[in-house]
Every structure is written in structure tokens, then in C-alpha cells.
């Protein structure tokens, strides 16, 4: 059965070695979600999207693999993976990872408390803080990937917990990933608890997909900095879910 597929890990690794001291004025950002790296081309472009951005958020995400050297050997980016479940059969852990030019004062992370059904996979939060070019504040950055499969209300305790990252922070903040909204109420909860933390959503010209129920799963949400531009790769299919690039900058 599936659920005997998986095991709990929920483990944190730290690769690669940052290339800048701070982070801005201007941050080039890139969000997606790599399908588990399945599909065939998503390295290559990968390493196309990625290679000018400063942060980049990854969801399913995987260690154990033979991609590892591309973020073990790594000179621009630091990478911080938080995994959420190894697959026992090839020993491949699943979850979420940051990268970014300049390495992190502090790191978090955290996976649901509820589980999956079936697969009885949990999903994953990762919080990282980065010096700002501008001086005495920091940037808090949530790559979170919400769980999928469970009532309105499972959702919503994973939705807090995410939250509750914000709390004692007062500076800039970006929150991205895959938040699996795929009805109108989650994504109303979402967006007023986004609210509550005078969060403001990007918005983006994009395509919605049939398996994704025609509604858009991964949001970029931020504060204290300003938007510049943003971009969904609509013609980039080595996943399931488009990559998002973003330009953002520092307020002084």
C-alpha cells in the first residue's frame, strides 16, 4: 500500500555557499513547483531560470538524488532543503528548499500536523531570515508547500501554523510556494488571514491548468518591499505547475 511507501524525516540540510553579503535593493525571485524533478528537461531549465535569481523557492523538492552535486558544489546560491518524507524504496526525500545569494542568519522549519491520506505524507514550511541592504532590517522569507487532500479545517491548522512564522517579525516579508487552493474557500481564508499581516498578493497574468481544477496554487505574497515585476513561464512544461519569476525591491 502507499502508505507504507513513505516515512517520516522531517529533516533540515544546508548546501552550496552564498555569494553576497545582503540581500537588495532589487531581489530576483524564482518560485516553483519541480514535480519531484520527473519530468524530463526541468534541470536544464532550471539552471536557465535560476542562474540570475536571488531567491529561489522550491517545492517537492528532492535530496538523495543525482542532482544533489548541482546544490552540494553550488558558489552563488546557499541552499536550505526541509524534508517532509523519504520514499523507503529509493531513498529519495521530498520537501521544500530555498536558495539564496546570501546566507541565512536563521532558519526554521516544520511539517503539518496532519498527514496526507493514503500516501500519510506531510507537507512542509521552511522560514529563512537575510540581512537587507538597507540597514538594521531583515527579510523573512516562508517557502511553504500547504496540504492538499483533507477537510476545510486540516487545512486551515496548516494554514496557522504557517502563519504563526509572522508573528515576531516586523520588517519586509516574502511568503510564496504552493498553497493548494484549489476551491474558493480556501483561498478566502488564505487571503484574510494575508490580510491580518498587511500582506499584499502579486498579481499575475497566467494560465490555468486542468489538473490543477482551473485554479491557480502557487501565490506570492509579500511586505515592506516593492513590486516591479513578475512573470509566470507559461512555456516552460518540465513540470506540473509553471515557474514564477519576480523582481522586487527595497524600500528605503
Known amino acids: 500500500m502507499l502508505k507504507n511507501r513513505y516515512c517520516t524525516v522531517e529533516t533540515l540540510k544546508i548546501m552550496g555557499k552564498a555569494s553576497k553579503v545582503t540581500m537588495g535593493p532589487n531581489i530576483e525571485l524564482l518560485l516553483w513547483n519541480v514535480y519531484k524533478c520527473q519530468k524530463k528537461g526541468w534541470h536544464d531549465d532550471f539552471k536557465k531560470l535560476g542562474a540570475s535569481k536571488d531567491l529561489i523557492l522550491l517545492q517537492e523538492a528532492i535530496l538523495n538524488s543525482p542532482f544533489d552535486s548541482h546544490f552540494n ?19 529519495i526525500e521530498t520537501g521544500v528548499k530555498t536558495g539564496s545569494t546570501v546566507a541565512a542568519q536563521k532558519q526554521y522549519f516544520s511539517a503539518s ?18 540581512p537587507l541592504d538597507t540597514p538594521k532590517q531583515s527579510l523573512l522569507v516562508v517557502n511553504a508547500h500547504l496540504i492538499n487532500f483533507v477537510s476545510l479545517e486540516k487545512f486551515k491548522t ?3 501554523q504557517i502563519f504563526k512564522t509572522l508573528d515576531d517579525h516586523e520588517g ?16 478566502s481564508y488564505f487571503n484574510e488571514l494575508a490580510r491580518s499581516f498587511w500582506l499584499e498578493e502579486v498579481k499575475m497574468t497566467r494560465q490555468p491548468r486542468f489538473s ?3 485554479q491557480h496554487l502557487d501565490h506570492i505574497y ?21 515557474p514564477i519569476s519576480l523582481t522586487l525591491r527595497t524600500q528605503n
Open 73 to 91: 558544489g553550488s558558489v552563488l546560491h546557499q541552499w536550505i532543503m526541509a524534508c517532509s518524507f523519504r520514499n523507503i524504496k529509493t531513498n
Open 113 to 130: 500536523h496532519h498527514s496526507e491520506p493514503i500516501s500519510n505524507t506531510k507537507k512542509m514550511l521552511l522560514a529563512t531570515l537575510y
Open 158 to 160: 496548516h494554514l496557522h
Open 172 to 187: 519586509p516579508i516574502i511568503m510564496a510556494g504552493d498553497f493548494n487552493t484549489w476551491n474558493r474557500q480556501r483561498l
Open 212 to 214: 490543477h481544477l482551473f
Open 222 to 242: 509579500y511586505r515592506g518591499l516593492e513590486l516591479v515585476a513578475s512573470h509566470v513561464h507559461t512555456d516552460i512544461r518540465s513540470s506540473d505547475h509553471y
